[in-house]
């Protein structure tokens, strides 16, 4: 039996970092105030989705790297700046611990920071869909406040 490789560890990274720019000029659309205040129906403040994206990229490719899960950790910030800086901080060691992933790693099954029993391509999957759909929320949230996102599909 033979194993095909549909997606190169590399082309991950590279569509996780993609995902990343566009979600980057997402916070950077909302204005100061509406970024840590504005919410709809009760959900959080993108700002505070941001920040658990934040809180969930690192430890994610931590654990599925060594096995060992670390808990999350959310950071406090008070400006778009803070939090841009924060995110933005994260690009060079996703870039750099990313490609020391085990290539057995993805496959292997780890409970995730306590909760979730799955494979590592599984579990780095999983955050990059949560940044999907928080990222889509606050689409919704810069369109209430008559704010027009930036292209869904511009990844550059």
Do not use: C
Not at 2 to 31: C, K, N, Y
Not at 74 to 92: F, M, S
Not at 105 to 129: C, H, N
Not at 132 to 141: A, D, L, Q, S
């Amino acid at each position: 039996m033979t194993t095909e490789t549909l997606v190169s560890a590399d082309a991950l990274l590279e569509g996780w970092q993609a995902h990343r720019r566009l979600t980057r000029r997402t916070i950077e659309a909302f204005p100061e105030d509406k970024l840590f205040e504005f919410s709809i129906g009760g959900m959080r403040s993108f700002a505070a989705m941001a920040l658990e994206m934040i809180g969930m990229a690192m430890p994610t490719v931590e654990g599925v790297a060594s096995g060992r899960w670390a808990p999350f950790e959310h950071a406090k910030t008070e400006t778009k700046a803070e939090l841009l800086a924060l995110w933005d901080a994260q690009t060079a060691p996703l870039n750099e611990l990313f490609p020391k992933i085990p290539p057995a790693r993805f496959s292997e099954v780890d409970k995730a920071f306590g909760q979730w029993e799955m494979p590592g391509l599984t579990i780095i999957q999983y955050a990059i869909d949560n940044e999907i759909h928080h990222r889509g929320e606050g689409y919704v949230y810069l369109r209430a406040l008559g704010i027009e996102p930036p292209p869904f599909w511009d990844r550059a």
